[in-house]
């Protein structure tokens, strides 16, 4: 088996630098492997409706552009978010009204 020193296999040698070799880039890759899955606070990447810039659900308003993240609802006035289409908290729909369609028939 690989203790036999110059075992060829495919005509690659397993033997002198190849297996130390092989070993340490399996090594670098877990490393890799590890860095990459690294708990992360997993933070919703939303975008920006107008500017389509990066925001971030706790945003009010867009760092960009200026454009209102967050309103209140027209029934409760309470904050609810720009893309929700019903208030959660009295069911109210909620026309989109920072898409630049014009206003929705209702
Ligand atoms: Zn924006
Ligand atoms: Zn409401």
Known sequence: MFCNYGFSWGGWHFGGWF???????????????????RPTVVAPHLSCPKCSGSVQASYFRCPHCGEALKHNCPNCSRIIEYDWQFCPYCNEHQTQQTSASGAPAK
């Open 19 to 37: 297996m130390p070799g092989l070993f340490i880039l399996i090594i670098i890759a877990i490393i890799l492997w590890q860095m990459q899955k």
